[in-house]
């Protein structure tokens, strides 16, 4: 199976900050990843697709790059509602593994 | 409106069956491609099983793999997942998602369920 690590496991900030998150793969995945947010008590929601590409409705201040191994998520501009768990997902290869999540925390 | 609506939260015991049910509404069923995905107390997320289209092809997580079996009814816009010998590290909110349209077997999930607990507990 694909192995998916996600750094950090949680990061503080403040509103109208930016942060970043990571995840690795352990073999290249080429495009093929996803990012999605959690929030307690409501679906899951996904922000991106392909690595790079902004879901249709989610602000634009989310956004993604990388291929390969290596990835991040970037929310610039925090906003209340961002302050929630995100987590990676490969989608290259069965089964389709997730990363840990990272629980981002207001300052 | 794209709705994902699932059957609610139920406590089975250790090796116990049970049939969780996801009825879609706001888009074409048969048109997606569709998938189980789970997150157990305090963890994170897990590919469960995933259904083409037409219910031709299918996949499980090795977890799962021999015990659950999904299914679909285009008829009836609506998405199973049959879990039988359940164990209690089944324990976990179950959540059904819809896979973007074309990627089969590269998904994102664009659209979820609510979630439906279920309890493996004796």
């Known amino acids: 199976d694909i192995q998916m690590t996600q750094s950090p496991s949680s990061v503080s900030a403040s509103l109208g900050d930016t942060v970043t998150i990571t995840c690795r793969a352990s073999q290249g995945i080429g495009s093929w990843l996803a990012w999605y947010q959690l929030t307690p008590g409501q679906a899951p929601k996904l922000l991106i697709y392909r690595a790079s590409t902004l879901q249709s409705g989610v602000p634009s201040r989310f956004s993604g790059s990388g291929s390969g191994t290596d990835f991040t998520l970037t929310i610039n501009n925090l906003q209340p509602e961002d302050f929630v768990t995100y987590y990676c997902q490969q989608a290259d290869t069965i089964p389709y593994t997730f990363g840990r999540g990272t629980q981002l925390q207001i300052k | 409106e794209v709705q994902l609506v699932q059957s609610g939260g139920v406590v089975v015991q250790p090796g116990g069956s049970l049939r969780l049910s996801c009825a879609v509404s706001?888009?074409?069923?048969?048109?997606?491609?569709m998938y189980w995905v789970r997150q157990a107390p305090g963890k994170g997320l897990e590919w469960v099983s995933l259904?083409?289209?037409?219910?031709?092809?299918?996949d499980y997580s090795d977890s799962v793999k021999g015990r659950f079996t999904i299914s679909r009814d285009n008829n009836k816009n609506s998405l199973y997942l049959q879990m039988n010998s359940l164990k209690p590290e089944d324990t976990a909110l179950y959540y059904c998602?819809?896979?973007?349209?074309?990627?089969?077997?590269?998904?994102?999930?664009?659209?979820w369920g609510q979630g439906t607990l279920v309890t493996v507990s004796s």
């Open positions: 706001g888009f074409t069923f048969d048109d997606y491609a």
């Open positions: 259904t083409s289209w037409d219910g031709g092809r299918k």
């Open positions: 998602a819809r896979g973007r349209r074309g990627e089969l077997l590269r998904p994102s999930f664009d659209y």
